[in-house]
């Protein structure tokens, strides 16, 4: 179902969702994102941790975001959907968004920018209700 070597590693197995997309295997795409929401964590409402989060006892939100954005690409409107539900609730005041939720689903460390564009980049996904890399 996924790459090899990347089943403990779900934001390469996003990525490389997103490259299969790219040069046209839509197929391989879809079943990298099934496989990822398969890992969701339904009681948080986030990508569940994966051997390195594990060690860290960290949900990554920039995770869950990056997830949502393979689920829109993949057309999985639902599992996009529930992804950015989470994200919105999780914007902090200052308009950012924490990296990481402990174990608990509390928010952890600092707002930063890398986790804020992919959680922008997927509520934008579900506006549009596709994946789209041009901004109109």
Same mark, same amino acid.
């Given at each position: 179902?996924?790459?090899?070597?990347?089943?403990?590693? !779900?934001?390469?197995?996003?990525?490389?969702?997103?490259? $299969?997309?790219? #040069? /046209?295997?839509?197929?391989?795409?879809?079943?990298?994102?099934?496989?990822? !929401?398969?890992?969701?964590?339904?009681?948080?409402?986030?990508?569940?941790?994966?051997? /390195?989060?594990?060690?860290?006892?960290?949900? $990554?939100? !920039?995770?869950?975001?990056?997830?949502?954005?393979?689920?829109?690409?993949?057309?999985?409107?639902?599992?996009?959907?529930?992804? @950015?539900?989470?994200?919105?609730?999780?914007?902090?005041?200052?308009?950012?968004?924490? @990296?990481?939720?402990?174990?608990? /689903?509390?928010?952890? /460390?600092?707002?930063?920018?890398?986790?804020?564009?992919?959680?922008?980049?997927?509520?934008?996904?579900?506006? $549009?209700?596709?994946?789209?890399? #041009?901004?109109?």
């Amino acid at each position: 179902m996924h790459d090899s070597g990347t089943s403990n590693n !779900y934001d390469e197995i996003a990525l490389i969702g997103h490259y $299969r997309s790219l #040069i /046209g295997d839509n197929t391989k795409a879809a079943d990298l994102a099934k496989f990822l !929401y398969s890992k969701w964590n339904r009681d948080l409402g986030v990508l569940g941790m994966d051997q /390195g989060d594990s060690k860290a006892r960290l949900f $990554r939100v !920039y995770k869950t975001a990056l997830a949502g954005t393979l689920f829109a690409r993949a057309r999985m409107t639902d599992a996009c959907a529930s992804a @950015t539900n989470k994200l919105e609730a999780l914007q902090e005041l200052e308009g950012g968004w924490k @990296t990481d939720l402990d174990s608990t /689903g509390q928010k952890n /460390g600092t707002a930063n920018v890398e986790t804020t564009c992919l959680a922008l980049i997927c509520l934008d996904c579900t506006e $549009r209700g596709r994946f789209s890399p #041009i901004i109109t």
